[in-house]
């Protein structure tokens, strides 16, 4: 969902948890993949074969 460019706010209505748990993830993540933005913890999962494209290209 990083990848897809979407907010904290965007994912936490898709997933049913609050804005302060996404962020906590998105924190998690960072940290994990020593990342410092998005950008680069999206460029993270796809060098390392993590995650597969969305059905219906979303």
């Known amino acids: 969902m990083i990848s897809r460019d979407k907010t904290d706010r965007e994912i936490g209505e ?11 993830h998105v924190s998690n993540i960072f940290n994990n993949t020593d990342s410092a933005n998005r950008t680069e913890a999206a ?3 796809n060098q390392h074969g993590f995650g597969t494209p969305a059905a219906g290209g979303e």
């Open 43 to 45: 460029t993270f999962a």
């Open 14 to 24: 898709e997933l049913f948890i609050s804005v302060k748990t996404v962020g906590n």
